[in-house]
């Protein structure tokens, strides 16, 4: 199974401040035929399903604001947003669908400094 | 717009079963894969299985192999999600979740949860 290991566990910025999340998967997610990496980003407000941020590492979702964004390749990802906002206070996971079992990192917890 | 609808709260005690249902509305049923995704208190998100809700095809996270079975009533769009052989770690929120486009494993669209208690 391909392990996905985030960090920090924790993270609290300032707001209007820059929040980082980083994804390191155990192999890497790209596939080479078509070029695309295979990891997502979701966001999970307390008591709510997760929400669909990010996918093919970059591509925001319809919908979620464009302070967030998505980079990386291979085995290293960052999920980045810009001006944190208190609306994004949360857990974030990323995910890999490179190959089942899909698998999700340990969470990332964004709080306000 | 896209909804996913999932049954109430339940109780089991162990050794005994679970069928949760995900009733889905605003887009046609058939055109997209379910899945299913667990998520145990204060813990990550961890992926049970799909079906492929036009064909009934399945696959199942070799983890629940044997002990799980997705099934789906087309008629009534609706996923099902079975668990057998209930234990104390089986206690988690289960959601489904609409695959983006079929095959992709991308989840746009979640249901609310459905809270399994195993205890004895």
């Known amino acids: 199974d391909i392990v996905m290991t985030q960090s920090p566990d924790s993270l609290a910025v300032s707001l209007g401040e820059r929040a980082t999340v980083n994804c390191k998967s155990s192999q890497s997610v790209l596939y080479n035929s078509n070029n695309k990496n295979y990891l997502a980003w979701y966001q999970q407000k307390p008591g709510q399903p997760p929400k669909l941020l990010i996918y093919w590492a970059s591509t925001r979702e319809s919908g979620v604001p464009d302070r967030f964004s998505g980079s990386g390749s291979g085995t290293d990802f960052t999920l980045s947003i810009s001006s944190l906002q208190a609306e994004d206070v949360a857990v974030y996971y990323c995910q890999q669908y490179y190959t089942p079992p899909i698998t999700f990192g340990q969470g990332t917890r964004l709080e306000i400094k | 717009q896209v909804q996913l609808v999932q049954s109430g709260a339940e109780v089991r005690k162990p050794g005994a079963s679970v069928k949760v249902s995900c009733k889905a509305s605003g887009y046609t049923f058939i055109s997209y894969t379910m899945h299913w995704v667990r998520q145990a208190p204060g813990q990550s998100l961890e992926w049970m299985g799909w079906?492929?809700?036009?064909?009934?095809?399945?696959q199942y996270s070799q983890k629940y192999q044997g002990r799980v079975t997705i099934t789906r009533d087309t008629s009534a769009s609706t996923a099902y999600m079975e668990l057998s052989s209930l234990r104390s770690e089986d206690t988690a929120v289960y959601y489904c979740?609409?695959?983006?486009?079929?095959?992709?494993?991308?989840?746009?669209?979640w249901g609310q949860g459905t809270l399994v208690t195993v205890s004895s």
């Open positions: 079906i492929n809700a036009g064909s009934g095809d399945t």
């Open positions: 979740a609409r695959d983006h486009s079929t095959g992709d494993y991308i989840f746009d669209y």
